[in-house]
């Protein structure tokens, strides 16, 4: 497949997906039906629940998943390794983590802006700490492991949370986040993380042709002109935003980053730069997809979207790490 | 004609001196070969002349600019650098990676203009690589991907051409190749400093010589001048037959 028709593919499959996503549920609603709820026909009860309860929930899943392709594509262009993700380096977990706090004290009743820019807050002091790490050390490996110190301390932060949790309602609104989830979003939030999803998503664009001269190490890619600290510091700041607008919105979800861009790579002759809308697209389709799924699995207690992502992301990452090994020795 | 100059250079890590006043020039049509045992700072000298490093004190001038104030892509536009470490993070194909030459021009792979993409070619077709163009660079030998990389850095067609350690590593053969192609594009009116450790390719190739150790330049000149018998013994401790500029090296001392 040419390069050039997959933006387009990507794109379509992904507005088919979120009708897709419109039709199905526990009462399952005819196409035609859909249609005629979009443009303002139909009845109210099929209004309500195209325009209220499933397009915003496809709509989040869309835009989280789109976030954090975009953002593991870019993080593994500035790092040089295709494990590179926002999940795997901490910056997931670090961000729920600011996001719980503000819960746990209640400072998110204050306003609904409280949230999504503690998550940001969490998430940029996690890349911002990795991409200093990244300056030290050549090692990939360090960095891996120190998203893996940051997503314990994180994830240790949080049950202290839970331990010392007043109430089983903030108790399960603490589990909700760390499981990460799209269930009964509203447009209203996803407009909250929009602008940081938008803002991040537009850094990391407008910033990706410095990621394709990181392909040569950050010694050439200095020589054939690149401005070394201030690509860091927008990639940094970019996958920062866009991780914490995601996580503000759905809670920690996993391995969607590293899945996406690893599938998308052969498609764009390996080229980071040209790596980062596809795997928007492509992520945010995986994400549509799963939630689909979640909601039509006969599960008594409706699966989380993120656990269901890291059961498959997980595996995913270990053959990609696997295979990486076969490749460099 | 371009030139790159530094004056009294001195660069300082913590309590080591890695470069002491260190006075190196590079003029277009010149190849200047740089020598010096492992640790002697050649890599410190070329990275802060290019004001990739920062210094402690002297100057570096690039075309009468200030090496440090240049933004990377004027920089780079003036002089084409080829580090010792050359890893690739991905399995690019060789025009892309060669395409990269052309970054401060504002391009990138897949989005080269007319200009660029003829630059790519004439690099491709100065360094033998037209048959490997589409390969995935992972899948090369070492002196293929050493030709890549030199063809990297001749995209740029900056009028300098800063090497280090272009030929490690390498057979024979590529070393003669690669070396030949440097001598090309001096010949064609370009200017190029190269690390070499090979004393033989070096006086064969160079038209100057500068020797380093312990972080200062201790002989800067022709083949002819500079490369004696009491200098191999002074800088790298060897004993060595000299005959004009063959070298034959004989052993430790």
Same mark, same amino acid.
């Given at each position: 497949?040419?390069?050039?028709?997959?933006?387009?593919?990507?794109?379509?499959?992904? %507005?088919?997906?979120?009708?897709?996503?419109?039709?199905?549920?526990?009462?399952?609603?005819?196409?035609?039906?859909?249609?005629?709820?979009?443009?303002?026909?139909?009845?109210?009860?099929?209004?309500?629940?195209?325009?209220?309860?499933?397009?915003?929930?496809?709509?989040?899943?869309?835009?989280?998943?789109?976030?954090?392709?975009?953002?593991?594509?870019?993080?593994?262009?500035?790092?040089?390794?295709?494990?590179?993700?926002?999940?795997?380096?901490?910056?997931?977990?670090?961000?729920?983590?600011?996001?719980?706090?503000?819960?746990?004290?209640?400072?998110?009743?204050?306003?609904?802006?409280?949230?999504?820019?503690?998550?940001?807050?969490?998430?940029?002091?996690?890349?911002?700490?990795?991409?200093?790490?990244?300056?030290?050390?050549?090692?990939?490996?360090?960095?891996?492991?120190?998203?893996?110190?940051?997503?314990?301390?994180?994830?240790?932060?949080?049950?202290? %949370?839970?331990?010392?949790?007043?109430?089983?309602?903030?108790?399960?609104?603490?589990?909700?986040?760390?499981?990460?989830?799209?269930?009964?979003?509203?447009?209203?939030?996803?407009?909250?993380?929009?602008?940081?999803?938008?803002?991040?998503?537009?850094?990391?664009?407008?910033?990706?042709?410095?990621?394709?001269?990181?392909?040569?190490?950050?010694?050439?890619?200095?020589?054939?002109?690149?401005?070394?600290?201030?690509?860091?510091?927008?990639?940094?700041?970019?996958?920062?935003?866009?991780?914490?607008?995601?996580?503000?919105?759905?809670?920690?979800?996993?391995?969607?980053?590293?899945?996406?861009?690893?599938?998308?790579?052969?498609?764009?002759?390996?080229?980071?730069?040209?790596?980062?809308?596809?795997?928007? %697209?492509?992520?945010?389709?995986?994400?549509?997809?799963?939630?689909?799924?979640?909601?039509?699995?006969?599960?008594?207690?409706?699966?989380?979207?993120?656990?269901?992502?890291?059961?498959?992301?997980?595996?995913?990452?270990?053959?990609?790490?696997?295979?990486?090994?076969?490749?460099?020795? | 004609?371009?030139?790159?100059?530094?004056?009294?250079?001195?660069?300082?890590?913590?309590?080591?001196?890695?470069?002491?006043?260190?006075?190196?020039?590079?003029?277009?049509?010149?190849?200047?070969?740089?020598?010096?045992?492992?640790?002697?700072?050649?890599?410190?000298?070329?990275?802060?002349?290019?004001?990739?490093?920062?210094?402690?004190?002297?100057?570096?001038?690039?075309?009468?600019?200030?090496?440090?104030?240049?933004?990377?892509?004027?920089?780079?536009?003036?002089?084409?650098?080829?580090?010792?470490?050359?890893?690739?993070?991905?399995?690019?194909?060789?025009?892309?990676?060669?395409?990269?030459?052309?970054?401060?021009?504002?391009?990138?792979?897949?989005?080269?203009?007319?200009?660029?993409?003829?630059?790519?070619?004439?690099?491709?077709?100065?360094?033998?690589?037209?048959?490997?163009?589409?390969?995935?660079?992972?899948?090369?030998?070492?002196?293929?991907?050493?030709?890549?990389?030199?063809?990297?850095?001749?995209?740029?067609?900056?009028?300098?051409?800063?090497?280090?350690?272009?030929?490690?590593?390498?057979?024979?053969?590529?070393?003669?190749?690669?070396?030949?192609?440097?001598?090309?594009?001096?010949?064609?009116?370009?200017?190029?400093?190269?690390?070499?450790?090979?004393?033989?390719?070096?006086?064969?190739?160079?038209?100057?010589?500068?020797?380093?150790?312990?972080?200062?330049?201790?002989?800067?000149?022709?083949?002819?001048?500079?490369?004696?018998?009491?200098?191999?013994?002074?800088?790298?401790?060897?004993?060595?037959?000299?005959?004009?500029?063959?070298?034959?090296?004989?052993?430790?001392?």
């Amino acid at each position: 497949m040419s390069g050039r028709l997959l933006v387009p593919i990507l794109a379509a499959a992904s %507005l088919l997906a979120i009708f897709a996503a419109c039709l199905l549920g526990s009462t399952p609603l005819p196409a035609d039906r859909v249609l005629a709820a979009f443009f303002g026909g139909a009845d109210v009860g099929d209004r309500l629940v195209v325009w209220q309860i499933r397009l915003p929930r496809a709509i989040a899943a869309f835009v989280t998943g789109a976030a954090l392709g975009i953002s593991g594509a870019a993080l593994q262009g500035l790092l040089r390794n295709p494990l590179a993700e926002p999940g795997v380096l901490g910056v997931s977990a670090s961000a729920s983590l600011f996001a719980t706090f503000s819960l746990y004290y209640g400072l998110a009743t204050l306003s609904s802006w409280v949230l999504p820019i503690a998550a940001i807050a969490g998430a940029l002091a996690a890349t911002a700490l990795i991409a200093l790490a990244a300056i030290r050390t050549r090692s990939v490996v360090t960095l891996i492991l120190i998203g893996v110190g940051l997503s314990s301390f994180s994830g240790a932060a949080m049950s202290l %949370l839970m331990n010392l949790a007043p109430n089983p309602f903030s108790l399960s609104d603490m589990i909700n986040w760390m499981l990460g989830s799209v269930a009964n979003r509203s447009f209203q939030e996803v407009g909250l993380a929009a602008p940081f999803l938008i803002l991040g998503g537009g850094i990391l664009l407008f910033s990706r042709r410095g990621l394709s001269a990181l392909t040569l190490g950050e010694e050439a890619a200095s020589g054939i002109g690149l401005n070394l600290r201030n690509q860091r510091i927008l990639t940094v700041l970019g996958a920062g935003l866009a991780t914490g607008g995601s996580v503000a919105l759905a809670g920690a979800i996993g391995f969607v980053g590293i899945v996406a861009p690893h599938i998308i790579r052969p498609f764009v002759r390996h080229d980071p730069a040209r790596s980062l809308l596809p795997s928007a %697209l492509l992520a945010g389709l995986i994400l549509v997809l799963a939630d689909i799924g979640v909601r039509l699995l006969p599960t008594s207690n409706e699966l989380k979207l993120g656990v269901v992502a890291a059961l498959i992301g997980a595996p995913a990452f270990v053959w990609i790490a696997i295979q990486r090994r076969a490749l460099n020795g | 004609m371009a030139e790159l100059l530094t004056r009294d250079l001195t660069v300082i890590a913590g309590k080591a001196t890695l470069v002491r006043a260190a006075n190196l020039s590079l003029r277009t049509g010149e190849l200047v070969a740089l020598l010096g045992p492992n640790g002697a700072g050649k890599t410190s000298l070329l990275r802060s002349a290019l004001g990739l490093e920062k210094r402690a004190t002297g100057s570096a001038l690039l075309n009468g600019a200030d090496s440090e104030r240049l933004s990377p892509m004027q920089r780079a536009r003036q002089v084409a650098y080829l580090p010792q470490q050359r890893p690739l993070a991905w399995p690019n194909t060789v025009r892309d990676v060669i395409a990269l030459g052309r970054f401060a021009y504002g391009a990138a792979p897949g989005r080269l203009s007319a200009a660029d993409a003829e630059a790519v070619d004439r690099a491709i077709g100065v360094c033998d690589l037209s048959t490997l163009t589409e390969r995935q660079a992972d899948t090369l030998s070492g002196g293929e991907l050493a030709r890549v990389h030199c063809a990297r850095a001749f995209a740029a067609e900056a009028p300098l051409l800063v090497a280090d350690e272009p030929v490690a590593a390498l057979d024979p053969r590529h070393q003669f190749r690669i070396m030949d192609m440097m001598r090309t594009f001096v010949n064609d009116g370009g200017g190029a400093l190269v690390v070499l450790h090979d004393i033989a390719l070096a006086a064969r190739y160079a038209d100057r010589m500068v020797w380093m150790k312990d972080a200062e330049i201790v002989a800067d000149g022709s083949p002819e001048d500079t490369l004696t018998t009491e200098r191999m013994a002074e800088i790298y401790g060897v004993r060595a037959r000299i005959d004009g500029r063959s070298v034959e090296i004989e052993g430790a001392i």
